[in-house]
């Protein structure tokens, strides 16, 4: 399985064209993004720095303080102040949030609310499957994991705005032909929501775990994929765990993305380790309680 398309015919590449221009269109993160990026990198950076940042954007600042007092951290009182946060909840986790909230901002509900609503319940149950298979797994960056399973459809969202047709027209070809979705987009659309996806994160800067999982998450359910082989360790593991948690998110009965078809693949065996020998049933039930918890995040 390949995340680059087939050479498009001239039609095709005039409309992907055009489709890049509107990517490119797609306001950028905010500024505070970017610079959280730099005091997170930074060894000698504190929390106060990290909260001094956020103060410069008092909207973003209050959806992150309303996000760290949702049921998803149960903290034992109300949160304040985001240097307070900070210190409970964790730099790393402070920074996802406003990545997370950054995302949401970026693409306002459209006139079809329902598939808007079941693309962020979806993208929410990966998010925290993928955090939960980290924690199993015993990773250090499990905010990170989070994130990057809640953007991993983010393409999804870009096809849908600036392909309706075509997606129409995708999302029939899997309904009559059973193909899978990326094939039929290839066939369609000429591109798959990955690539689409890629070129977003490239437009916002995101950092190289949020891109590779973006882009390379179908990749990874084929254990002999050539475009994971060229991923290093952290970031294949990264990939590997977003596949698996998207996996499951649709296997157990997680809210889809309506348009899509019922999973009919088995659980590619080189992902099962990353269960820690449990079952996916356990797995699963963790997973949706998590889920249930963290509704606010696609809420806020």
Not at 113 to 121: L, M, P, T, V, Y
Not at 200 to 214: K, Q, S, V
Not at 236 to 260: P, Y
């Amino acid at each position: 399985m390949s995340t680059t398309a087939g050479s498009p015919d001239r039609n095709t590449h005039a409309r992907l064209k055009r489709v890049v221009q509107r990517i490119y269109d797609i306001p950028s993160f905010p500024q505070v993004i970017l610079r959280l990026a730099e005091v997170a990198e930074d060894p000698n950076s504190s929390s106060a720095d990290l909260a001094e940042v956020m103060d410069k954007d008092q909207a973003l600042s209050a959806k992150v303080l309303k996000l760290v007092n949702s049921a998803f951290y149960s903290l034992p009182r109300p949160v304040s102040s985001l240097r307070h946060a900070i210190t409970l909840v964790g730099f790393n986790s402070v920074r996802s949030l406003a990545i997370s909230v950054s995302v949401r901002s970026a693409f306002p509900g459209d006139d079809d609310a329902a598939a808007q609503q079941s693309f962020w319940e979806h993208s929410l149950t990966v998010a925290c499957a993928t955090r939960y298979l980290g924690e199993l797994n015993r990773l250090p960056y499990k905010d990170d994991l989070f994130t990057a399973g809640l953007m991993h459809d983010i393409g999804v969202l870009v096809s849908r705005r600036y392909l309706a047709a075509e997606v129409k027209e995708a999302d029939l070809l899997v309904t009559n032909t059973g193909v899978s979705s990326i094939v039929a987009e290839r066939q369609v659309i000429g591109v798959e929501h990955t690539l689409l996806g890629a070129w977003l994160a490239e437009h916002w800067r995101l950092p190289p775990l949020l891109h590779a999982a973006i882009r390379d998450h179908h990749e990874a359910m084929d254990p002999n994929s050539i475009q994971m082989a060229s991923l290093d360790a952290d970031l294949r593991k990264v990939v590997e765990l977003v596949a698996l948690g998207d996996d499951l998110a649709n296997r157990l009965g997680a809210v889809r993305i309506i348009g899509t078809p019922e999973p009919s693949w088995g659980t590619p065996p080189h992902l099962i380790p990353y269960l820690a020998g449990k079952s996916i049933q356990e797995v699963g039930q963790e997973i949706l309680a998590k889920a249930e918890s963290a509704r606010e995040f696609v809420t806020a």
